[in-house]
């Protein structure tokens, strides 16, 4: 085994998890997650068949990644935050054909008690602060906060908020690493060197 488990957790047969990943205490990995390299899944996670985490993720205590959850490379997933997969659900009404993807890219922050309402695409290093509640696509960088989640400003790569309109021209470096970062109406870009 190529990677660490804690005696408490169960990890069905035909779970693939990557060299180096941590998993801990009262987690589950079902049998069909493809989980990358050097993950960390906290305490009582649960991670469903139909889910792909990607290298280096961190996903905190009590995170239950259902089915058609897909984690790209390096995405935090702050403590009790939820994911969902079915838009409507009904205990009595069986709705496991109506499962809607949800896509979370690279580098993106999920804050803790945040909520994902299944269907979205959450754009690469975009910031979902605590207890929101995102029911429609994120832009990439952008910071989003409240009931519905709404975008109040961008994120670096960093993780550090940058000195940006929400919308318009501009262009701004990032104090911390000195990156390049490009405004273009609505979407910002990294500038790469």
Same mark, same amino acid.
């Given at each position: 085994?190529?990677?660490? *488990?804690h005696e408490?957790?169960i990890?069905? +047969?035909?779970?693939?998890?990557?060299?180096?990943?941590?998993?801990?205490?009262?987690?589950?990995?079902?049998?069909?997650?493809?989980?990358? *390299?050097?993950?960390s899944?906290? %305490?009582? @996670?649960?991670?469903?068949?139909?889910?792909?985490?990607g $290298? %280096?993720? *961190?996903? &905190?205590?009590? !995170?239950?990644?259902? $089915?058609? !959850?897909?984690?790209?490379?390096g @995405?935090?997933?702050?403590?009790?935050?939820?994911? /969902?997969? @079915?838009?409507?659900?009904?205990?009595?009404?069986?709705?496991?054909?109506?499962?809607r +993807? /949800?896509?979370?890219k690279k580098?993106?922050t999920?804050?803790?008690?945040?909520t994902?309402?299944?269907?979205?695409t959450?754009?690469?290093y975009?910031?979902?602060?605590?207890?929101?509640v @995102?029911?429609?696509d994120?832009?990439?960088?952008?910071?989003?906060?409240g009931v519905?989640?709404? &975008? *109040?400003?961008?994120?670096?790569?960093?993780?550090?908020q940058? +000195?940006?309109?929400? &919308?318009?021209?501009?262009? !701004? /470096?990032?104090?911390?690493t000195?990156?390049?970062? /490009?405004?273009?109406?609505?979407?910002?870009?990294?500038?790469e060197?």
């Amino acid at each position: 085994m190529s990677y660490n *488990k804690h005696e408490s957790a169960i990890v069905d +047969d035909g779970a693939v998890i990557g060299e180096g990943s941590r998993v801990w205490h009262f987690v589950h990995v079902c049998g069909g997650a493809q989980i990358g *390299k050097g993950v960390s899944l906290g %305490q009582n @996670v649960f991670v469903g068949n139909k889910v792909t985490i990607g $290298d %280096q993720c *961190k996903i &905190q205590n009590n !995170v239950s990644v259902y $089915d058609n !959850v897909h984690l790209e490379e390096g @995405v935090f997933c702050g403590p009790s935050m939820v994911f /969902t997969n @079915v838009y409507n659900p009904r205990s009595l009404i069986e709705r496991k054909d109506q499962y809607r +993807d /949800t896509l979370v890219k690279k580098g993106a922050t999920l804050g803790a008690n945040c909520t994902i309402v299944c269907g979205v695409t959450i754009g690469k290093y975009a910031f979902v602060g605590a207890g929101a509640v @995102v029911n429609k696509d994120v832009p990439a960088y952008a910071l989003m906060v409240g009931v519905p989640a709404k &975008q *109040k400003g961008w994120m670096s790569e960093f993780g550090e908020q940058l +000195d940006l309109p929400l &919308q318009g021209n501009a262009e !701004v /470096t990032c104090p911390h690493t000195g990156a390049k970062y /490009t405004l273009n109406g609505t979407q910002l870009s990294k500038v790469e060197m």
